[in-house]
């Protein structure tokens, strides 16, 4: 066991002290509880070591919306969003909670959005970080592609006149091993007065990504190869 | 702009008392006088105050037309099962509505018209907004929010017609040491229960921060709604933790039970405060500044915890028998 495994594993024995000594707790302006988040932080680290590059682009105190590329029960957008949390020391929300109980209270507490325009806007106004992922992708021909990316949500971000970020995150079924790499913010291509303005934007947002992968070094064959986590790394 | 009118309804209440103590304070007001069917809370050296219930039709429409005020801001409305129950509230709350602002738009000088709103007004149905702003749609899923809708109704229909401006002061669920609130009488209680699958987080505004927005709306001439909300957010297990109450973990068709034993000791969970603790109550106050000019002075923790630090009603025998 690695330094990193024993230092996780440390911080889950430090839970029933943390109960007993850390007072009764508050919830942020959305239902945010940063010290349950804390604790499922820790718990994430347990299964995921997260290594984060490029957190230097990411504003210091202004909203940005940041759009990742996601794979079907990979919880990348979750992921992301506690390794961002913890890189840049500030809350950093999801989007995608669902709004039944005790799920959708659950990824309420641990910083979800839902999965909704003006919840997105809302939150981007008020200065938060928000985590968007794509269309989770599933197909062994996809290796390396990027789901669909929300335009509505895009333009969201440029209503509330906010920063979009790509982000490329890699994990393995198997593996402890994840990068959560964040590109510098996109710019439109051409200026577009209408709603082509974000429909473009998440076309361009795509391809960064899809750059952002390539540049992580992953061998991408488009055979079943590419889902065997040879280098820690698999999938995408 | 010194000099005006100003025509306060719900003057007995403590919020709308409160309010009239503080547009006393303001140089801008030359003359104030409100209504209720109860008297004030406290002294108000300067302001004339009628005694007319809310079905005295005809005595309101001839007070208001009377002072012919410039502002007139509505507070007299009944919560649910605050001070009244359910059913009488909501009659209550029409009348004045009717009567009052109605009564308003009769008046020459008439230019602006507050009312007093509550972020109910949103309701908390499926997928709805976690933390609506102003421009967020109404569709209210209680009693008390659909209220609150009528009232803005029916004074954005007085603003069409006449052609006075209207600002709604959407209000989080009001604590204070005097304000008659289901939801602070429920968290007072000694057990208390709350959702164990949701418990989901809820904003408060003190009755202070609430009558400093009403008076700024007033000053201000604010023109369309605006949220008032402390900053900050808690959940029904985190208030409780906070005033060392004990906590009783509900799943569903208890809640039936829970309310009418709560009901039966004098406590009522009225369908907006049971719909906080399943659903709970947000709201973006992010333009309060910049349409009112001020911002709530306490946090909505801080105001859970000067809810439990208020004194209970202290009992004092008579010294002297009447009787």
Same mark, same amino acid.
């Given at each position: ?159 509330? =006149? ?9 994990? $393995? ?10 590109? $510098?913010?996109?710019?439109? $291509? ?26 992580? =070094?992953?061998?991408?064959? =488009? ?7 040879? $280098? ?5 | ?7 306060v309804s719900g003057l007995g209440s403590e919020l709308g008392t409160m309010?009239? +103590? ?144 209207? +600002? ?7 604590? +204070?040491?005097?304000? !008659? ?40 001439g604010l023109a369309e709604p605006v949220n008032v909300v402390a900053s ?14 004990? !906590?009783? !973990? ?74």
């Amino acid at each position: 066991m690695n330094i990193g495994s024993l230092d996780a594993v440390g911080r889950v024995l430090e839970f029933p002290r943390r109960l007993v000594v850390e007072p009764a707790g508050v919830v942020d302006d959305w239902g945010r509880d940063p010290g349950f988040v804390r604790q499922m932080i820790a718990l994430s680290q347990l299964r995921w070591s997260v290594s984060v590059g490029g957190e230097q682009h990411l504003p210091r105190r202004q909203g940005a919306l940041i759009v990742v590329n996601a794979r079907r029960f990979a919880l990348a957008p979750i992921l992301a969003a506690f390794a961002i949390s913890e890189a840049v020391d500030r809350p950093c929300r999801f989007v995608g909670r669902s709004d039944t109980a005790p799920l959708g209270p659950l990824g309420r507490r641990i910083g979800g959005l839902l999965d909704h325009p003006d919840e997105v806007f809302g939150a981007l106004r008020a200065g938060e970080l928000v985590v968007l992922g794509a269309a989770a992708s599933t197909g062994l021909r996809q290796v390396g592609s990027v789901g669909r990316i929300k335009h509505e949500h895009v333009g969201a971000a440029t209503a509330a =006149g906010v920063q979009v970020y790509p982000a490329a995150t890699m994990s $393995s079924p198997f593996g402890r091993n994840a990068r959560v790499e964040i590109g $510098s913010a996109t710019r439109p $291509s051409r200026r577009r007065r209408g709603p082509l303005a974000e429909l473009e934007l998440a076309d361009h947002l795509r391809r960064q990504i899809e750059q952002l992968l390539d540049e992580m =070094g992953e061998i991408r064959t =488009g055979t079943p190869i590419d889902w065997l986590p040879l $280098s820690g790394l698999g999938g995408h | 702009m010194g000099g005006r009118r100003v025509f306060v309804s719900g003057l007995g209440s403590e919020l709308g008392t409160m309010v009239a +103590g503080m547009l006393e304070a303001e140089p801008w007001v030359g003359a104030l006088a409100g209504i209720d069917a109860d008297p004030p809370r406290r002294r108000l050296p300067n302001t004339t105050f009628h005694r007319i219930s809310p079905d005295q039709h005809d005595r309101i429409v001839e007070t208001v037309t009377r002072f012919n005020p410039h502002v007139l801001v509505h507070i007299g409305v009944w919560e649910p099962d605050a001070r009244a129950s359910p059913k009488v509230a909501k009659t209550l709350t029409d009348q004045a509505a009717t009567s009052i602002i109605g009564a308003a738009a009769e008046c020459s000088a008439m230019e602006h018209l507050v009312v007093r709103s509550g972020i109910e007004i949103y309701g908390r149905g499926r997928d709805s907004l976690t933390r609506p702003d102003e421009t967020a749609p109404i569709r209210p899923t209680s009693e008390w929010g659909r209220t609150v809708a009528e009232i803005e109704h029916i004074a954005a229909r007085v603003s069409a017609r006449v052609g006075v401006s209207v +600002g709604a002061v959407r209000l989080a669920p009001v604590l +204070g040491p005097h304000v !008659p609130s289901p939801l602070g009488r429920m968290l007072r209680n000694p057990v208390v229960p709350f959702s164990l699958l949701a418990d989901p987080p809820f904003a408060v505004i003190t009755d202070r921060d609430a009558a400093r927005a009403i008076v700024a709306a007033a000053r201000e001439g604010l023109a369309e709604p605006v949220n008032v909300v402390a900053s900050g957010a808690v959940t029904c297990l985190q208030a409780l933790r906070r005033g060392r109450r004990i !906590p009783f !973990p509900l799943i569903g068709p208890d809640w039936q039970v829970a309310r009418a034993l709560s009901y039966l000791f004098g406590s009522p969970i009225p369908d907006h405060v049971a719909e906080v603790l399943h659903r709970g109550r947000l709201a973006d106050n992010g333009r309060m500044a910049e349409l009112l000019g001020v911002v709530p002075e306490s946090t909505t923790s801080e105001v859970i915890d000067q809810l439990y630090g208020w004194p209970s009603i202290i009992r004092q025998p008579a010294r002297v028998a009447a009787a």
